[in-house]
């Protein structure tokens, strides 16, 4: 059988073109090829696609000798799939969202990870990191997008997170009944409560141990957004991870949090806010990586007049959001390494791609935008041997849009063209 799809985006509905590319070698025709971002375009390029990976890339425009299939993107601009490192997606905030957990079960959460996971998807980003929801739902959500159950990114995540009691991962500002309703079983205290916790989380599924090192803007408590786990809690949560195979990443705002964090050898950082030049040498020193979320900053200043938000959350809104722009560009100065990420679920799930016009306003480069959720955040999440570039062994995670986004970055908030793992969930007239 050939099939062949003509014009810059096939007329085939995404169902058709699943089905074809499952069961065909699949010949992608590419005007302009970003296959590792960084390194520039390359034109007229084939990418041979076969059982979910990539076979070769190979000069001009190829057609199949025998059976295959052709997707037409010769006025394209192809790149890898997106990688956002840090999002939710079994939630996105809202003014009732304080009060629809006492009405959604795992269940629902569940379903509501399906929904924000296919608007993810057909954003561009092929790949997150999901960092912070209900264990069961979020592992539930993972396993059954990787069995293709349903369509989604492929997602690693953490489940709960690590958290102090009464900091920023903990149930907050309800009665003491329903907080202890709440309450996780990866909130600890003390240095061997807290090797317990990472245990917890791994033993329910966790790929990677999220903690929360300083409070944070949405927890209602007025407990600040400096340092709440001691040094040897950091220690001890660093040490029990590693020796079980798992890598740390810390939600923190104040540099006390962030530099103790890194000190105690957590891997990455989840935001940043307060971070300064003795910050961004111990990142330097201790190869970590900064995950900013500038979009997440942005959205909850908005949110600062809102009567639903609760008065602790806006009064650290005030103080948080203002400051993040500014810290990516120091941080992008000083040389600190830099994944996407953009606290999704906060901001609107299927609006990822709007960190990348933070980015460039922060001084980066379109190019540079783009490798961070490219090469720089499929390091950042394990996965460099399987996703990031286009190159032959790595997954088929490939998206195409109609205009150049390295001249107009703009172009990623509408992506015409989506294929994970082989499979084509979007293509646009």
Not at 31 to 60: M, R
Not at 118 to 135: E, P
Not at 169 to 183: E, H, R, V, Y
Not at 212 to 237: H, P, R, W, Y
Request: with cysteine; proline share 3%; aromatic share 6%.
């Amino acid at each position: 059988m050939f099939r062949h799809l003509s014009g810059a985006f096939a007329a085939f509905t995404s169902l058709l073109l699943t089905s074809a590319a499952s069961a065909e070698t699949v010949y992608i025709q590419a005007g302009q090829l970003l296959a590792v971002p960084g390194e520039g375009y390359q034109s007229e390029k084939t990418i041979i696609v076969e059982d979910g990976k990539i076979l070769s890339v190979e000069d001009g425009f190829l057609s199949p000798e025998g059976e295959g299939a052709i997707i037409d993107l010769r006025s394209a601009f192809v790149l890898p799939g997106l990688i956002d490192s840090h999002v939710h997606l079994t939630s996105e905030f809202s003014p009732t969202s304080r009060v629809d957990i006492l009405y959604e079960s795992e269940a629902d959460e569940a379903f509501n990870g399906a929904m924000n996971a296919r608007k993810t998807l057909m954003a561009g980003f092929t790949t997150v990191q999901d960092v912070g929801a209900t264990s069961e739902a979020i592992f539930s959500l993972r396993d059954a997008i990787a069995a293709g159950k349903v369509p989604g990114p492929r997602i690693r995540a953490s489940g709960q997170s690590v958290s102090p009691t009464g900091g920023h991962g903990d149930a907050n500002g309800f009665s003491p009944a329903l907080m202890n309703l709440f309450k996780s079983d990866t909130i600890c205290d003390g240095s061997d409560d807290c090797r317990r916790a990472v245990r917890e989380a791994v033993k329910t599924g966790a790929d990677v141990i999220k903690i929360t090192a300083t409070g944070g803007v949405l927890s209602n408590t007025k407990a600040g957004l400096a340092q709440q786990f001691f040094d040897d809690e950091l220690e001890a949560i660093v040490e029990a991870a590693n020796s079980m195979g798992r890598k740390v990443t810390a939600h923190a705002h104040g540099k006390d949090g962030i530099d103790a964090a890194l000190r105690a050898g957590v891997k990455s950082i989840e935001h940043g806010t307060y971070l300064d030049d003795e910050t961004i040498a111990l990142f330097k020193e201790h190869d970590a990586v900064l995950v900013p979320t500038v979009i997440a900053g942005i959205t909850v200043t908005g949110w600062i007049e809102e009567p639903w938000l609760p008065e602790a959350s806006r009064e650290k809104a005030q103080i948080i959001g203002p400051l993040m722009l500014d810290m990516l560009r120091r941080a992008r100065e000083g040389g600190v390494t830099i994944a996407f990420g953009t606290d999704t679920g906060v901001s609107k799930h299927g609006e990822n791609a709007e960190e990348f016009l933070y980015m460039v306003e922060a001084g980066f480069t379109p190019e540079e935008a783009i490798r961070a959720a490219t090469v720089i955040a499929a390091d950042h999440v394990e996965l460099g041997g399987t996703i990031g570039t286009i190159e032959a062994g790595k997954s088929a995670d490939i998206i195409a849009v109609t205009g150049d986004p390295l001249k107009s970055v703009e172009e990623l908030l509408d992506v015409d063209f989506v294929m994970a793992r082989g499979q084509v969930y979007k293509s646009s007239p």
